[in-house]
């Protein structure tokens, strides 16, 4: 078994994406970031403030459960095709998939063939069926796999879903106790306590840090994932869409390009914004007069027309050179990584303006000052005394234009200037059901998925850097 | 009616913050008389703010809160009243004024609208008679044109106005208590000279009593009838006026006088209260002031003392009042800790002079228009002539706007001066540029005023101090650098592990001399010292104030010292400038300019300042109206305008120096005028 | 007064040319006419006869900058950066690539776009005044935390979940206002009504809160613990003293946008099916017309400048400490 898996991995055939190298090295940055913080008192008195509030503790552990989602869908591979070639050279399939696909296997391989509703044991859609006997009638024909194993879904179906989620919400109740008790020990053990005085400190929510509630929000996410693990392959949880694929899949998919859109954009913005921003502020002269006018102008042109402008123009330059990419998900994912780009352009000047004005009153402080008259370098000063008393204001916009970005995705995607079509994406599946909104009954399930998906993540987002801003924000407090 | 107006007993205010809770005040009691000026005394963080806003229930909720105690107005319980019952004694019975009369005003109402509307609140008048009544008020306060002020707004006053609106405002209701909260610390000498006599001679018409909130022992003399002394939340020692000034008897009260620099003090130690006032966020077991007092034995950290009444119906907190139990007291305590009184003398060093600063000039240009074309000047600093001998201290005296702080960074070239020339060592550094200058920075530095922004929040105190040596190449090797680091904390009395951690850490006295080291560790001649002791107690002050003149006796380093404090020049100066909108108008020795100054701006100056002496104080000369603005200063001497002497030549052309003495100059009329 | 007008006005062109130059690389220099022509006339099976038909008859088969071809001055005029870029500034949109005159269009638009935007702008801004309001009066309450987390909430859904809800609900459940569509005068009430609802709840999140962070900072500066100090209720405190000053920030911010607000709103413009400029340019971007999209670019940009000069014009208005140089 385990030499088959091996196996199996061997034979794939990597690739890496543009976004996925980005996604890699932004994980990379936070890891030196968190290192080099543990080190540093200032950086990490705001982080226990944020890491004391309960709010956003609990957030950030909804988040990192849609991180852990998103990383797995970093790591692309191509599978090799069955037959070889000539010279027994492996071909491989044109799909790309990632460990995430591999996760979800049945979740991606169940195709129906087209709407089925929630639960559903049959299409949504009536076609015309031929009859053992012969003759043909128009009925809503049972699911290739939706309740499949159910031999009368109206009699069996309920009984079915309830033990079927129960069995599953158990055995991730059963997740959840045997890791926390091991979390638990693990904390006993460093502190040199019994088990006991820690769990009861944890339970009863005594640690500088909300254990219990971000436990239980751990505890929350493996009881459904339990009962989804354990309904996903019998039924489509939250149903399907025109051409029959899950509806769950989907809003799971999306979550990579919805963080992708919100993290990426900023860090490929971030050095610019650094870089004008301070030099603006503390060089002033031409230098602010140039930078100021750059930023103006691209602030004038309203945003949405920009990025649209940007992306039409990004799509004609795709289509009339289509033997740039070697399959549709790097041609996919350039437009992703383009959009983060453009996006970046946009949102690029506030936080330029930000940084600059936050450096010309520094500029005037005494310590800045005081480093001019021991002659210390135009660069040190920006880097060694400018810099670092400028990054909480980055870390506040980061955070803050997170959730506003993930939400734009959305609008962009619905305007036909957002991600490729083909990608997995909240705004797609929005955009696909829209279509479907003046049919009766209405088809609503995937507009519920992506609502869910979209609303829980976005909720966490602003929750959590309502925590950051707290911690990091001077002007909060001053009261 | 009793004679007690307000009675506070048992009071105290505690804050929640990340820290913890805050006691910031812990079980004050107090009473204030009819028509008297009681004093509440103490350093900055001692809970003296708090008491007040306390008294008028305003303090900030919900991070505050009153925890325990009553507050009697006519022997009504304020603690009782219901919060609509409160609104009706504020602005009404109390009143209250508060120390930034920059931003206490609503910068979007008109200022007579401001003033009315205490006025309606409180008596019930309306329209044109409410008119009325704030226009008296206005004119009661020294307002000139009142009819024209009370349509603009607060911005389009000075400070010194602004705080008389404050004084309008709170006189409206016609108030029994007076609370004045630092009403003039951040104003200027000369226009707090003006507020505090206008709030004399309110009070006398009046006859309302006034909660003076202060720090300053100057203003304390000048003012109240009692006193109450502060200390870490709690008070400390309750006396009348006369006989506080006369025998202080708690160690921190006595110690606070010895701090205070002054004349009679030159070539002397300062005498210090060790560390810093303790935070109020922990437990106190014994008394207070333990830690820092000179006089402190076992039961001091042990005990917290009780109150000890006095003849006069003073009263002071402290156990050396219990005769048995300071017979029990250790023997070996009595002497003082450190060495008040030793004399050091100044060494003389050669006369050559190291600066010499000769018709300096920087003008700011406004700029206006498309193609910000310049349209005038902000005269700055306008013609200055200044120099420094080796091992010797020039004062540069003014208030704020005179332009000192432009000449001090004028003169190490972090602003570049407009005209004039700059000689250090003969070398003229406004020629110099680039790698030349950079190599000259390590002759001359500047130690800043605010020790908790003159140092980076995020570089560890190694760095800091490490930060010029490394600029400028003084120690090519690093562990040489480090050892010099230790060295200087050690020169600077800071314990060696201080390098290892952050600004935040430490209070500000203990910043200030940070920024000293850092200055030293470049090896400097010159130093400007902008101002460093103004942001600190007076307990504290002292202690640096010691360390730089410490400094210099072994160094041979010269100061240029900027300060607006006229006790701590006569302190440590050898010779002083004093500035009047960027001009220097007298120059001399301290016994010249301070024992017989001769400009009427030095005269006036002189006399606004507080004495804690009485019996010494001078006639005050009020400075009639504001500074006026450097970028139109009045035509000819700028000073004509407030001049008690003006005569018709003074608005004619700018005096001439004239030279009093070898050493001392002025420019005025009055003593003729040299071409 | 008018002579800082007309300065900011010159300081605009710059900027205005600058916006130029951007549409100018990106419609012209990242494709060139060719590519947009083929894209437009489909990839495959397209013959150069075709292609350099298409361009003629929208004016793109001229050269970039400069015209070899021509004498004078005309090299310069007879190009497409002249016709199609230089040409805006004196508001001459030309034609759309389907032959419409762009000019008329726009005026056509723009007043159904009005009807919905400033509606949306004065409610909006009462409602989510008198939120921040309440919840400033209540503050460190449980009314007050309840209602930041009922805002977060709010503003973590997507502005296209309003819509829908908002279209089903009402318009499909209820059947109180036609679900979308529009008409002329009066008529068109019924068609406003449901878009201005849903855009005043989707603005409530953002600006409450925004609004909110305004009054406490205002409520934590010295002059209210003045205006407290001389006894008057907290209702005056909050109305005569905080509201005035907080009014500055938002009112200045509200400024800015008053003269986008004639390019309306794309999304809800597009799905209420009315005829405005926000549906005017997705239906061009749909399109891909490019000639629509690169006029509105300009004509959003010029009323961004606009707004610009009227937020600095504001406020003096509203500020007294704030004098025009």
Not at chain 3, 52 to 75: C, H, I, M, Q, V
Request: proline share 5%; glycine share 8%.
């Amino acid at each position: 078994m385990l030499r088959d898996g091996v196996a199996y991995f061997s034979s794939l055939k990597p690739v890496l994406l543009w976004t996925d190298a980005l996604v890699f090295m932004l994980v990379a940055v936070i890891a030196a970031f968190a290192v080099y913080a543990r080190g540093k008192e200032y950086l990490r008195a705001p982080w226990r403030k944020v890491f004391a509030s309960r709010g956003g503790m609990v957030a950030a552990v909804v988040i990192a459960v849609y991180a852990a989602v998103a990383l797995l869908d970093s790591v692309h591979f191509r599978e090799p095709l069955e037959n070889k070639g000539a010279e027994g050279e492996t071909f491989y399939t044109v799909e790309v998939i990632s460990l995430l696909d591999l996760a979800l296997g049945p979740l991606r391989d169940q195709v129906e063939k087209t709407y089925s509703a929630p639960f559903a044991t049959h299409l949504y859609a009536k076609e015309t069926v031929e009859l053992p006997d012969g003759s043909s009638a128009r009925i809503f024909p049972r699911l290739q796999y939706g309740g499949a194993h159910l031999e009368d879904p109206l009699r069996d179906k309920a009984g079915d879903i309830l033990y079927r989620s129960l069995s599953g919400a158990g055995a991730g109740l059963l997740w959840w106790v045997v890791l926390s008790g091991v979390f638990v020990w693990g904390m006993a053990r460093r502190a040199g306590e019994p088990f006991r005085a820690t769990l009861r400190k944890v339970l009863s929510g005594e640690t500088a840090i909300p254990w219990h509630a971000m436990l239980y929000t751990a505890g929350f996410f493996l009881v459904l994932t339990g009962m989804i693990a354990s309904l996903a392959g019998y039924y489509h949880i939250f149903g399907t869409d025109k051409v029959g694929q899950d509806v769950l899949y989907q809003a799971i998919k999306s979550v990579r390009t919805a963080l992708v859109i919100g993290t990426l954009t900023t860090l490929v913005m971030l050095p610019f914004a650094l870089l004008f921003g301070l030099m603006a502020g503390y060089l002033r002269g031409w230098v602010d007069d140039l930078i100021q006018y750059l930023y103006t102008t691209l602030n004038s042109i309203p945003g949405i027309l920009l990025i649209a402008s940007a992306i039409l123009m990004l799509q004609v330059y795709i289509d009339t050179h289509p033997d740039l990419f070697e399959t549709d998900a790097a041609r996919a994912d350039m437009r992703l990584l383009f959009l983060c780009i453009i996006l970046g352009v946009t949102s690029w000047t506030g936080l330029c303006r930000l940084l600059r004005g936050e450096t010309m009153k520094m500029r005037a402080a005494e310590f800045v000052q005081a480093a001019s008259a021991f002659g210390v370098r135009h660069s040190r000063i920006m880097s060694r005394h400018l810099l670092p008393n400028v990054m909480h204001i980055v870390l506040i916009t980061v955070v803050l234009d997170f959730s506003g970005l993930v939400l734009a995705e959305a609008v962009l995607s619905y305007v036909g200037v957002g991600v490729d079509p083909s990608m997995n994406s909240w705004g797609n599946m929005i955009n696909g059901a829209r279509l479907e909104m003046a049919r009766d009954p209405m088809v609503w399930w995937s507009l519920l998925a992506a609502f869910v998906f979209m609303f829980v993540l976005v909720l966490a987002a602003n929750l959590f850097s309502d925590a950051v801003r707290d911690a990091f924000d001077p002007r909060t407090h001053s009261k | 009616m009793s004679e007690i107006l307000l009675s506070v007993r048992g009071l105290s205010t505690h804050f929640l913050t990340q820290g913890g809770v805050v006691r910031a005040v812990d079980d004050v009691s107090f009473d204030i008389r009819r028509g008297e000026t009681f004093a509440l005394l103490g350093e900055s963080g001692c809970g003296k703010s708090m008491t007040s806003l306390s008294i008028m229930r305003l303090v900030p909720e919900p991070a505050g809160r009153i925890v325990a105690g009553e507050i009697h107005l006519d022997g009504q319980n304020l603690m009782d009243l219901p919060e609509a019952g409160m609104r009706r004694i504020r602005g009404n019975r109390i009143a209250m004024i508060f120390q930034e009369p920059m931003t206490s005003l609503n910068p979007v109402l008109t200022i007579g609208e401001q003033i009315a509307e205490t006025v309606r609140q409180h008596r019930r008048l309306d329209g044109a008679a409410a008119r009325g009544v704030v226009l008296d008020l206005l004119d009661a306060v020294g307002i000139p044109d009142p009819r024209q002020r009370y349509g603009e707004y607060p911005h389009q006053l000075s400070g010194g106005m602004k705080q008389r609106v404050m004084i309008a405002i709170a006189l409206a209701g016609e108030p029994d208590l007076l609370i004045a909260d630092e009403p003039t610390t951040a104003l200027d000498v000369t226009i707090q000279a003006q507020v505090l006599a206008l709030l004399g001679d309110l009070q006398k018409q009046t006859g309302m009593a006034v909660l003076l909130i202060t720090h300053d022992l100057g203003v304390v003399a000048g003012m109240a009838d009692s006193v109450a002394v502060m200390y870490a939340g709690q008070i400390i020692e309750r006396a009348g006026k006369e006989a506080f000034f006369r025998d202080p008897r708690h160690p921190y009260s006595r110690k606070l006088f010895d701090s205070l620099p002054d004349v009679g003090k030159r070539g002397h130690q300062l005498a210090v209260i060790h560390g810093a006032v303790p935070s109020l966020a922990r437990e106190f077991k014994g008394c207070r002031f333990a830690e820092r007092c000179d006089e402190a034995w076992d039961l001091c950290h042990e005990q917290a003392p009780r109150w000890y009444d006095q003849e006069g119906g003073r009263q002071v907190r402290c156990h050396l009042l219990d005769p048995t139990l300071a017979a029990r007291r250790p023997a070996s305590h009595a002497a003082p800790r450190d060495g008040t009184g030793q004399a050091q003398p100044c060494r003389e060093h050669g006369q050559a002079p190291l600066l010499e600063v000769e018709n300096i000039k920087v003008h700011f240009p406004i700029r206006k228009g498309l193609l910000k074309r310049t349209v005038g000047h902000v005269y700055a600093v306008d013609g200055v002539n200044l120099s420094i001998a080796r091992g010797r201290t020039v004062a540069l005296v003014g208030e704020s706007g005179c332009g000192k702080t432009t000449i001090g960074k004028a003169i190490l070239q972090l602003i570049r001066p407009s005209a004039g020339s700059v000689r250090f060592e003969g070398d003229e550094l406004t020629r110099l540029r680039g790698e030349a200058l950079r190599r000259r920075r390590s002759d001359f530095q500047i130690i800043f005023q605010d020790p908790f922004s003159s140092m980076n929040p995020r570089m560890m105190i190694d760095e800091i101090i490490q930060e010029g040596m490394v600029a400028l190449g003084i120690e090519k090797d690093a562990a040489a650098r480090r050892s010099r680091v230790e060295e200087l904390l050690d020169h600077v009395g800071l314990p060696r592990e201080a390098r290892h951690r952050y600004p935040h850490e430490f209070s500000g006295g203990q910043r200030q001399r940070i920024c000293i080291a850092r200055t030293l560790a470049v090896r400097p001649k010159l130093i400007v010292c902008d101002e460093p002791t103004s942001a600190l107690d007076i307990s504290v002050q002292a202690q640096i104030l010691n360390l730089l003149k410490q400094l210099q006796n072994e160094l041979g380093l010269s100061y240029l010292f900027i300060t607006h404090n006229l006790s701590v020049v006569g302190y440590l100066a050898d010779e002083v400038a004093v500035m009047y909108l960027g001009r220097v108008v007298e120059y001399g020795t301290v016994q010249e300019v301070l024992e017989q100054p001769r400009h009427p701006y030095t005269q006036a100056l002189l006399s606004a300042i507080p004495v804690i002496d009485q019996t010494t104080r001078r006639e005050v000369i009020r400075l009639e109206g504001d500074l006026p603005s450097p970028s139109s200063p009045p035509s000819g001497c700028h000073f004509h305008t407030r001049c008690p002497h003006a005569m018709p030549v003074c608005s004619q052309r700018y005096p001439q120096s004239t030279a009093l003495s070898d050493t001392h100059r002025a420019h005025c009329f009055l003593y003729g005028d040299e071409e | 007064m008018l002579a800082y007008i007309a300065r900011r006005l010159l300081y605009a062109i710059p900027i205005l040319i600058g916006v130029n130059l951007i549409t100018f690389m990106l419609f012209f220099i990242v494709n060139t006419p060719d590519d947009m022509a083929r894209m437009h006339l489909g990839m495959k099976h397209v013959t150069p006869q075709a292609i350099e038909k298409w361009k003629a008859e929208r004016g793109y088969d001229k050269p970039l900058l400069y015209n070899g071809e021509e004498e004078g001055l005309t090299a310069l005029t007879e190009t497409i950066f002249f016709e199609k870029s230089l040409r805006l500034f004196v508001f001459d949109f030309g034609l759309s690539d389907d032959g419409r005159d762009i000019g008329h269009d726009i005026y056509q638009r723009m007043w159904p776009s009005l009807a919905i935007a400033v509606p949306v702008l004065v409610f909006g801004l009462l409602t989510n005044i008198t939120v921040a309001m309440l919840l400033a009066f209540f503050r460190a309450t449980y009314i007050d935390v309840a209602g930041v987390i009922a805002l977060v909430a709010l503003m973590s859904i997507s502005s296209l979940f309003y819509i829908i809800g908002g279209q089903f609900v009402i318009g499909k459940l209820l059947h109180l206002v036609p679900i979308s569509g529009y008409d002329s005068g009066m008529n068109a009430l019924k068609f406003i009504v449901l878009p201005v609802l849903v855009a005043l709840l989707y603005g409530i999140g953002s600006g409450g809160r925004w609004y909110r962070t305004i009054f406490l900072e205002e409520i934590g500066k010295d002059y209210v613990r003045t205006a407290r100090a001389k006894g008057l209720s907290e209702r005056l405190v909050l109305f005569r003293h905080v509201l005035k000053n907080a009014m500055i920030p938002i009112l200045t911010g509200v400024v800015v946008l008053l003269p986008l607000l004639f390019m309306g709103s794309l999304i809800l413009e597009s799905f209420f099916g009315i005829p405005g400029l926000g549906s005017y340019v997705i239906d061009a971007i749909q399109a891909q017309d490019f000639a629509i999209v690169r006029s509105m670019v300009f004509v959003g940009s010029v009323l961004y400048i606009i707004g610009l000069i009227l937020t600095d014009i504001s406020y003096t208005l509203v500020d007294p400490r704030i004098r025009l140089s």
